[in-house]
């Protein structure tokens, strides 16, 4: 007998929950890593969207591009340079950022969305002063008698604000919001700034039901390796303490505990290398990735 139907109902019939709990709701989803340059992982996540947009959910993605901006530099002959993990960004490395990330990453998720059903459209965070931001300032501690030092990283970034009104419009209207993270300061500079950061920020003020962030690790590890399915933010805290985390996980738990600190219901960090990751973890009962809750 051929169970394949049988098991396609059961597949459906446990996310129908799922379904009616985030109906109408926004989910805030940051795209990068693998899952933005493996052809296969493109179509996945393309699809996945345009699934939840179809069911009744609003994904609003925010994407990263640092390899692609990197790669252009090179094709340049300008070489990156990094400062605690940032990318210092003068006057020549803003404009390759948003030709980058404002033109070419953006659009591309734009048409992958549309050819997989969707209808989605892509924005900068200066479209509509959408993303206030001012020059970020980085200050290392004072060491062995030595006075404090300001790093200077050049058209990097801090959110100030962010205008949700346009997001909502597009919500209302049935489109897919993609956004490039991209800020303007109060003089009209362009300032470049870590997506995880906007990602975070965008989903504290459209008060969305969840934060993803795709990466290109299970989630959050132990010291051993294994993957951590659920943490509240005093574990976190605990496992900064000892040094279990660490490095690049860092800052997504930052701006995903001040998403959850500032009224979203939950954050996750999943594996963007496996296929259909976003469907999994939302609308399936054992998830991929590391919960975050309050």
Do not use: W
């Not at 901006?69 to 020549?92: A, P």
């Not at 970020?136 to 060491?143: D, F, G, S, T, W």
Request: aromatic residues 2%; contains cysteine; proline residues 4%.
């Amino acid at each position: 007998m051929n169970n394949v139907p049988h098991h396609t109902a059961t597949i459906l019939m446990e996310a129908l929950p799922y379904i009616q709990k985030y109906s109408g709701k926004t989910i805030v989803i940051k795209y990068g890593g693998n899952a933005m340059t493996d052809p296969a992982l493109q179509q996945s996540f393309a699809s996945d969207i345009v699934l939840l947009k179809q069911v009744g959910i609003n994904p609003v993605v925010i994407h990263g591009g640092g390899s692609q901006i990197g790669n252009l530099l090179k094709q340049i002959g300008k070489e990156s340079h990094f400062i605690d993990g940032m990318r210092v960004t003068d006057d020549e490395t803003m404009a390759v950022v948003e030709m980058v990330l404002g033109g070419l990453v953006n659009k591309q998720i734009v048409n992958m969305i549309n050819q997989a059903g969707g209808r989605a459209v892509g924005l900068t965070g200066k479209d509509g002063n959408m993303i206030r931001a001012r020059k970020l300032v980085l200050e290392r501690k004072a060491v062995n008698h030595q006075p404090p030092e300001i790093r200077d990283l050049g058209h990097v970034g801090e959110v100030i604000s962010i205008d949700a009104s346009v997001v909502r419009m597009l919500e209302e209207d049935r489109f897919i919001p993609v956004i490039a993270p991209i800020g303007v300061g109060a003089d009209g500079t362009s300032y470049n700034i870590n997506a995880d950061l906007v990602a975070g920020k965008v989903a504290e003020v459209l008060n969305a039901e969840r934060l993803l962030l795709l990466t290109n690790t299970p989630g959050v590890l132990d010291k051993h390796g294994k993957l951590l399915e659920s943490l509240s933010q005093q574990d976190i805290q605990k496992l900064i303490m000892d040094g279990t985390i660490q490095g690049g996980m860092l800052p997504k738990l930052a701006c995903a505990t001040d998403a959850l600190t500032a009224g979203t219901k939950s954050a996750c960090i999943i594996d963007g290398r496996t296929t259909h990751s976003v469907l999994l973890e939302l609308l399936t009962d054992q998830g991929v990735g590391t919960m975050i809750t309050p």
